[in-house]
């Protein structure tokens, strides 16, 4: 395949058809497709995996990535945060999870210091910059995770898509 480095973006919780239930059987089956095609991409060549770890889908394959360690010794996983203070506004759960999920990085990337409007568009566009294929959950409405599939696109980078309520998988 020649790809090595895989990002991740998706829709945060609110956006999703099950919202913050992970235990509604929806989130886990999308859970299933996302490990599904994390360890296609591995076994397809893929060994570095970045994310920007916000709430929801990159929350989700990130904590994949991790779990898939353990079976994969050869993968690793960056952390890039678009500002120190990413988590802050989070519930306390949600801050622990992403510290732990932090801790269990290889490496990590700060972008700036502090919260500015476009911070998080610029870690958006980091992880694309240094990634060979992206995997998205996308229902095809815009927002953040367009945006991110556009400069993808636009960055003649492959795509591929998850719609998370049918579960189709399918290259952009």
């Not at 099950?18 to 999308?30: H, K, M, Q």
């Not at 994949?64 to 353990?70: P, Q, Y």
């Not at 996308?138 to 953040?144: A, K, L, M, V």
């Amino acid at each position: 395949m020649g790809n090595y480095v895989c990002t991740f973006t998706g829709h945060r919780p609110q956006h999703l058809p099950f919202g913050f239930l992970e235990y509604d059987p929806r989130c886990i089956a999308l859970k299933k497709v996302l490990r599904s095609e994390i360890t296609r991409l591995i076994e397809q060549g893929i060994t570095h995996f970045i994310s920007g770890i916000p709430i929801g889908v990159d929350m989700y394959a990130t904590e994949i990535v991790i779990g898939l360690k353990n079976v994969y010794s050869n993968i690793t996983l960056e952390g890039v945060l678009p500002c120190k203070s990413q988590a802050q506004k989070w519930s306390k759960s949600l801050q622990q999870r992403h510290a732990e999920i932090l801790f269990q990085c290889d490496k990590h990337t700060c972008l700036q210091e502090s919260y500015t409007p476009d911070c998080m568009q610029k870690c958006n566009q980091y992880i694309v910059n240094q990634a060979d294929v992206i995997l998205a959950v996308w229902d095809g409405r815009g927002g953040g995770t367009a945006n991110t599939v556009k400069y993808a696109l636009s960055q003649n980078k492959p795509v591929r898509v998850i719609h998370p309520q049918t579960l189709l998988v399918e290259n952009v």
